[in-house]
């Protein structure tokens, strides 16, 4: 068995645990030979690959990033070094000069789309889901989060010593793109006074509402985590920048801002906003993530060896699972009002910066 494998859009804490475990599970399991495409799918499209061993694998667990490098803009249905070309025959050629059994690629919402036009075309491919936004439809849970989590609770854990000893308004920016699921759990986690998602929009009358009585109820700060995707009620998005080519180019940042200045003016106190940017995305996943990646990568070598594809494996109910690459292709998985951790949430007093949820 001769089998593909490539990490597709941002980085992510877990990468290389799944690597290692797709790889391992294969050699291990079936004597499969394991071809490792670099720079997602632009190996793919550029016939840059190389072979990934037993010993090219072991002692990466722990590892932050990718060791076969990744990119955000890759897509063969629109190769932006050829003006956009769609190159997706070449591709299904390479896969079948190279006589591969099956790809599996790891990626976020972006890559399983593009994994489900190339498996309509005919490629055998597994999904593996990645990000750190746990916004991909058909998983409870995608690897990457939870270091996310933790790190961005961590950071506001920390603000909480100058929120009190300066009694201001301090203000974390979450990652997340349009689902508010970082800034859920760590607001969640840190005990943030307010929580604003990108699924409610906030009224920013609400939050400084929350602030002021804080205030006269002799808690003189307060702990905002937002999520970059979060904007007022009637406003935009803060995008900080366009990337040409990306599948989706639109980069969010600066939400923390247009908050922090919309609350300076109605507040006497001081207000500072904390972006934490891609720190939530580097470094060793937590122990979660890395058991996580590795029954994904298990499974997803399961999938492969028992001669299947056009699904992404899952977790669903804490157990292993799969769903077809067409129930995923496109979508993504938002914070609904009634999610268990909105509810629990308010009714611990926590403000979604709006009057009704
Ligand atoms: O999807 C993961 C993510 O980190 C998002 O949370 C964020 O909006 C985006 O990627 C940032 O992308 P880039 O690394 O291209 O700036």
């Excluded at 307010?194 to 700060?221: M, N, S, T």
Aim: net charge neutral; with cysteine; glycine share 14%.
């Amino acid at each position: 068995m001769r089998v593909g494998l490539l990490t597709g859009g941002g980085d992510c804490p877990g990468l290389n645990a799944v690597i290692r475990a797709v790889s391992k599970s294969l050699l291990l399991r079936c004597g499969a030979e394991v071809i490792g495409f670099e720079d997602g799918f632009l190996g793919l499209i550029e016939g840059r690959y190389r072979q990934l061993d037993y010993r090219a694998v072991s002692g990466i667990l722990t590892r932050g990033g990718t060791i076969l490098g990744t990119s955000n803009k890759a897509n063969p249905f629109r190769y932006f070094a050829r003006d956009g070309a769609d190159v997706s025959d070449e591709v299904l050629h390479r896969y079948r000069d190279m006589e591969l059994d099956a790809i599996v690629v790891i990626g976020g919402d972006g890559t399983m789309t593009i994994a489900n036009g190339m498996q309509k075309k005919g490629m055998a491919i597994v999904g593996v889901p990645k990000t750190i936004d746990n916004d991909i439809v058909g998983t409870d849970r995608t690897f990457g989060f939870d270091t996310a989590v933790t790190v961005a609770t961590e950071a506001i854990d920390r603000l909480h010593s100058t929120a009190q000893s300066h009694h201001r308004v301090m203000i974390l920016e979450t990652m997340g793109r349009y689902a508010g699921w970082i800034a859920l759990h760590a607001g969640m986690a840190s005990g943030s006074d307010v929580i604003l998602l990108p699924e409610f929009p906030y009224d920013i009358d609400v939050v400084a509402e929350v602030c002021r009585k804080r205030g006269q109820g002799g808690q003189r700060f307060t702990i905002v985590a937002i999520a970059e995707g979060a904007k007022p009620e009637g406003g935009e998005l803060a995008v900080k920048k366009v990337v040409v080519g990306s599948p989706d180019p639109i980069r969010l940042g600066g939400a923390g801002n247009v908050l922090a200045h919309a609350l300076e003016q109605r507040l006497e106190g001081e207000v500072r906003t904390t972006i934490l940017g891609h720190v939530q995305r580097g470094g060793t996943p937590t122990p979660f993530d890395r058991v996580l990646s590795t029954h994904f990568g298990s499974q997803a070598a399961c999938v492969v060896e028992e001669g299947r594809s056009g699904v992404m494996v899952a977790l669903h109910d804490g157990r292993m699972t799969e769903i077809p690459l067409t129930d995923v292709a496109g979508k993504v998985r938002n914070v609904k009002p009634n999610d268990p951790h909105v509810r629990a949430a308010l009714s611990v007093g926590t403000s979604f910066g709006v009057r009704e949820l």
